[in-house]
């Protein structure tokens, strides 16, 4: 943080702020010294990663093909993190921009959503809501269609940085086959919701799950639909940076990879608490404030901003949909503004998990002793996850 500080203070120098500074790439703009200490925190991660699952897949189970793909998508987010380090000081933007893309897209587009998919259909295994043999067919499945897609897919960063025409070509169509798999995940939310009125116990589980759903929501919204808005080479064209790359960026950064770190969090929590029973009026608070928190700041803001800068990129030009001059007009200003009521309802929600999290340390967040006979007896006993 330091270095970044000093970097855009410009008192870094050029050398040394490419090694400890800030180097300009959005999401690899670390200095080269902290992304090498990244990569190196990337495979220890792996290997505790490795280290817990390595009993597992040893022993001869029916889990076992889930838990290699597992492993298979943990290797692959640490290994790709290393084409940020295949450009220099002094490379040439295009290819830095090249590689670049390698980590930022393969990762969310390409490996996370395997990682994810994995992730979920086991746990949902674990929980005895589906049989192994169907999930791990159906994780194959989508593992195949989303790396179909993206691999090339990655190519739509690259439309206009100097690439040969038939690269767009291969980009604009197999980034547009990416929203196949995305249309079929918002169908699962639909079947995790079923999944949670299945049995009684699973009440207990009811918010991570949730968690879970709103995964499936925001890939469906957020990457499906907002991606593709600013995809076809023609949209770009005309788009590229403007507010509705933010649009998309947050609803499907946050929704689909915020959720599921929070939904991972809180299946980790749970199993913490034994079989305590959660008292969980803050954490629903959480949920929809946080999601409709992120639905106010795309729809009161930045999703306008974003069409009233479209509108003028193909009117005038995009010089002028990023210029001063047409930003800093009032109506603009107000809708920035704007932003403050999504955020805050946004904000909110993600104190109120806090207050959750801290309850289940200090006891606040647990139903007391008495009151949790009467729930036991309407909640069957849930499984030891
Ligand atoms: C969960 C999955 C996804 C995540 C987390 C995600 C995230 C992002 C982010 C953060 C950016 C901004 C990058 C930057 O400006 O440096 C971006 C750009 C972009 N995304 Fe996605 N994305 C996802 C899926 C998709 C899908 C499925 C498509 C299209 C089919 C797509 C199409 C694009 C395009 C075309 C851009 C470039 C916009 C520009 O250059 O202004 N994304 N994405
Ligand atoms: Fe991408």
Known sequence: MFGQWMAVQQKLG????????????????????????????????????GRAMWPAIKKPSENRNLLVLFLISSFAIASFYGAGLMWGRQTNLAIAEYWRWWVVHLWVEGFFEVFATVVIAFIFTQLGLLRVATATKAALFSTVIFLGGGILGTFHHLYFTGTPTAILALGASFSALEVVPLVLIGFEAYENLALISARTWMANYRWPIYFFVAVAFWNFVGA???????????????????????????????????????????????????????????????????????????????????????????????????SAEFMQQPFLANLRWMRAIGDTVFASGVLSLGWFILGLKTGHSFVSNIEENDVEEELEVSPNV
Not at 23 to 29: A, I, K
Not at 228 to 255: D, E, K, R, S, W
Not at 273 to 287: I, N, Y
Not at 305 to 310: D, F, H, L, W
């Open 224 to 322: 499906g639909l907002f991606g593709f808005l600013i995809n076809p080479p023609i949209a770009l064209y005309y788009m590229q940076g403007l507010n509705t790359t933010p649009v998309h960026g947050h609803a499907a950064l946050f929704g689909v990879y915020g959720m599921l770190g929070i939904g991972l969090m809180l299946f980790c929590l749970k199993g913490l608490s034994e079989q305590r029973v959660w008292k969980t009026g803050s954490l629903k608070f959480a949920f929809w404030s946080i999601n409709i928190g992120l639905v106010l700041m795309i729809v009161l803001s930045i999703l306008p901003i974003g069409v009233a800068q479209t509108w003028a990129s193909v009117e005038k030009g995009m010089w002028f949909a990023r």
């Open 14 to 49: 050029l050398s040394m702020n490419f090694w400890f500074g800030h180097q300009g790439y959005e999401y690899v703009d670390l200095g080269r010294f902290w992304q090498i200490f990244l990569f190196v925190g990337l495979f220890v991660w792996l290997a505790l990663m």
